[in-house]
């Protein structure tokens, strides 16, 4: 790994405007398979159909490992990475500082956004594959300042955000991969073979292996959904810890009061699983969600379909060989079927920023916070960082730190004192006041 920081301290932004080349950024640039260099390099001057914006927070993604192992083997990086290297980060959100002509009508000075980085722009670096944080020299997550191309905004796919904080808005892309695997299950009435999108109003759902990161956000999102719920809701994990932890943030008695019936069952302390969630049910459920690749958990969705039952592997696996056994008895007699989602479209961002702004709050997701001086280690080492979502303010100079530990290290750091005692208040989470704290008092990268 190289993890070189060739910047000096700037001690603030301004636009281009009337100069000969572009603003300062600093960001986070892939280069090849677990190269990654936190540099300081001029953008472009902003052109008319660009929008220059300032990035404030992003989320770390298990995609983003994925590219950043793979280097140029990735789908979406482009073979000249090394030549012209990508800024890496695809969940983020900031403010617009400066706007073309030609989108002055949209966005303005001041706007809040988010982005929805499948564009899927077949004149992008690597054709129809293009992305943010994956694909482009001047754009990504991890980065002070970026340049919003036309790729983007010709799609609608820079979206302007209302709510609260900046968190939320970089945490809407994650949410919007939940909504459209809601939005993606379907099922049929007796008698006719038209497909009715959507989980079952009133039916009964499982999502197993469901307390991890985008367990979370699932839950979260179907409780407070307005439109159509079920009216069971069994969430599994075989990690005690993590299940406490997930009904602590989302207890039984606020599902409860939004019409359902939730329950967290550990299946790791279950001779048999499958019959104890068939009891549950009273026999099957309508729509079941699979949160990690693991084959026992696909064999153990599929065993508890009921008729017209909907399997959504929602885990992306990295291995292609990936598979396991299910019961085409069930297919053909019982009519279960099996759908897979991978990300949400434009459609589905809107809807998560329109939660969002209706009070969705999607701080259980994260588990850690840090600068962006630790966006290259932590991304490499990903996959060995327990917890949720790693929350990254590209302006400041921190490390990476579990929000578990604030107290422990406020005991020598008095910034991390503050902002323990602020998210006590929150059970522990992440929090708009103790993101507006850390904004004005942690130091800047």
């Known amino acids: 790994m190289k993890n070189t920081n060739n910047t000096q301290p700037t001690s603030s932004f301004s636009s281009p405007s009337g100069r000969s080349g572009g603003a300062l950024t600093k960001a986070v640039r892939l280069y090849g398979k677990k190269d990654l260099r936190l540099e300081e390099f001029e953008l472009p001057q902003v052109k008319d159909d660009e929008i220059l914006a300032k990035v404030v927070s992003d989320s770390i993604c298990m995609s983003s ?13 482009p073979n000249d990475a090394a030549e012209n290297p990508i800024i890496i980060g695809h969940e983020f959100a900031g403010e617009i500082v400066e706007v073309g002509a030609q989108w002055q009508h949209k966005f303005k000075s001041g706007q809040k956004f988010s982005i929805q980085p499948a564009i899927y722009y077949e004149d992008g ?17 991890d980065a002070t300042h970026v340049i919003i191309p036309k790729d983007v905004l010709i799609q609608d796919c820079l979206l302007a955000y209302d709510g609260p904080g900046f968190y939320p808005a970089s945490l809407s892309e994650p949410l919007s991969c939940v909504i459209g695997a809601m939005h993606a299950n379907y099922h049929t009435t007796p008698g006719s073979y038209i497909h009715q999108m959507e989980i079952k109003q009133g039916g009964k759902m499982a999502i197993l292996a469901g307390v991890g990161p985008m367990g979370l956000a699932a839950i979260n999102y179907v409780i407070t959904r307005e439109d159509r719920k079920p009216s069971l809701m069994v969430v599994t994990d075989i990690a005690q810890d993590r299940l406490d932890r997930a009904a602590d943030i989302f207890p039984t008695e606020w599902a409860k009061e939004n019409g359902i019936e939730l329950i967290y069952l550990n299946t790791g302390d279950i001779e048999n699983p499958v019959e104890k969630l068939k009891e549950i049910s009273g026999g099957g459920y309508d729509d079941v969600f699979v949160f990690a690749p693991v084959a026992p958990v696909v064999e153990q969705a599929d065993a508890i379909l009921g008729h017209d039952g909907c399997l959504n592997f929602f885990a992306g696996p990295s291995n292609p060989e990936f598979s396991a056994k299910l019961n085409f008895y069930n297919v053909h007699y019982a009519y279960t079927h099996i759908v897979g989602t991978s990300g949400g479209n434009n459609d589905d961002m809107v809807e998560a920023l329109d939660c969002m702004s209706k009070g969705l709050d999607p701080a259980g997701l994260i588990t850690h916070v840090g600068g962006l001086n630790a966006v290259a280690e932590t991304t490499l080492n990903l996959p060995n960082i ?60």
């Not at 490992?65 to 990086?77: F, L, N």
């Not at 670096?125 to 997550?141: D, F, M, R, T």
């Open 65 to 77: 490992y994925k590219a950043a192992t793979q280097g140029t083997d990735h789908k979406r990086v």
């Open 125 to 141: 670096p690597v054709g129809i594959l293009s992305a943010p944080g994956y694909s482009y020299q001047n754009i990504g997550g």
């Open 386 to 445: 327990p917890g949720g979502k790693k929350l990254i303010y590209t302006h400041k100079n921190l490390p990476l730190a579990a929000i578990s530990d604030f107290e422990e290290m406020g005991k020598t750091n008095p910034l991390y004192a503050e902002l323990a005692k602020l998210v006590a208040k929150t059970k522990g989470l992440w929090n708009v006041e103790a993101e507006e704290y850390l904004l004005a008092n942690a130091p800047e990268i």
